[in-house]
């Protein structure tokens, strides 16, 4: 049996998954797709599982690993997500861990609270935009005027991102597939290449690069939007090593 479950998919979550795995710690790591399980690095006794779970398997696992803790290191973004994970624990009398990562604040970026919002804003200016939001928010950015010619998406280099963005509407020079995170240095040139105005991006924390990307729009010269993430409690990384070396080691 696995006592603990880890669902990642982030660097949180990479970074507890190969704790798990250098302290031989019993455990089922969740990813949702087979592209966050080929970027883990984990031995036995880790077990990885791709794929999104809705809460009645996701039940079902708990309740057939007797599972006794889970560790939510979702992106702080999937919001939906988390809320199941935390009922479907309620229901089932486990102990729920957030890990979360650490806000930052950017004083001379226009902060979002909505995706509404935030194409409101972008259809109240004018010029290129480039998006790091990844192909998630694809969708409501086609709400954007005239997107197929002023919006940049860069996104996790997956098959199906790209081929629900190319479904939208949006032409294949206007994606950029890649695995972040990306230097200073690098986001510059890319903006510059793409002659890019307005950075659009969620405020994903240090481990997301994300200084290093409004660092490098703000010598650019860019606009900068950032999409607000909602309040929550939860537990660093370090915190979230201590409960795991208390329980397993």
């Given at each position: 049996m696995h006592k603990i479950v880890l669902f990642g998919g982030t660097t949180e979550g990479r970074i507890l998954t190969e704790f798990l795995s250098?302290?031989?710690?019993?455990?089922?790591?969740?990813?949702?797709?087979?592209?966050?399980?080929?970027?883990?690095?984990?031995?036995e006794p880790v077990i990885v599982r791709s794929g999104k779970l809705k809460?009645?398997?996701?039940?079902?696992?708990?309740?057939?690993?007797?599972?006794?803790?889970?560790?939510?290191?979702?992106?702080?973004?999937?919001?939906?997500i988390s809320k199941n994970i935390k009922n479907v624990c309620k229901e089932e009398n486990i102990e729920y861990v957030r890990v979360?990562?650490?806000?930052?604040?950017?004083?001379?970026?226009?902060?979002?609270?909505s995706m509404d919002e935030l194409i409101s804003c972008l259809n109240e200016t004018e010029g290129i935009i480039f998006s790091s939001m990844g192909a998630k928010e694809a969708q409501s950015l086609t709400g954007v005027d005239n997107f197929q010619e002023r919006v940049y998406l860069?996104?996790?280099?997956?098959?199906?991102?790209?081929?629900?963005?190319?479904?939208l509407g949006y032409p294949m020079k206007n994606l950029c597939g890649m695995q972040g995170p990306f230097s200073k240095e690098f986001n510059i040139a890319q903006f510059k290449e793409i002659g890019a105005d307005?950075?659009?991006?969620?405020e994903s924390g240090n481990a997301g690069g994300f200084l290093e990307k409004t660092d490098?729009?703000?010598?650019?010269?860019?606009?900068?939007?950032?999409?607000?993430?909602v309040e929550e409690e939860g537990l660093?990384?370090?915190?979230?090593?201590?409960?795991?070396?208390?329980?397993?080691l």
């Open positions: 250098e302290n031989k710690i019993p455990s089922i790591v969740c990813v949702a797709t087979e592209y966050g399980e080929k970027v883990l690095e984990y031995d809460p009645g398997p996701m039940q079902k696992l708990f309740q057939d690993e007797e599972v006794e803790i889970v560790f939510d290191a979702t992106h702080p973004y999937a919001m939906n979360l990562r650490e806000a930052i604040e950017i004083e001379d970026a226009v902060k979002c609270f860069r996104m996790l280099p997956s098959p199906e991102g790209m081929r629900s963005c190319l479904d307005i950075l659009i991006t969620k490098a729009a703000r010598e650019c010269g860019m606009k900068i939007l950032v999409l607000a993430r660093s990384i370090e915190e979230a090593q201590d409960i795991l070396r208390s329980r397993c």
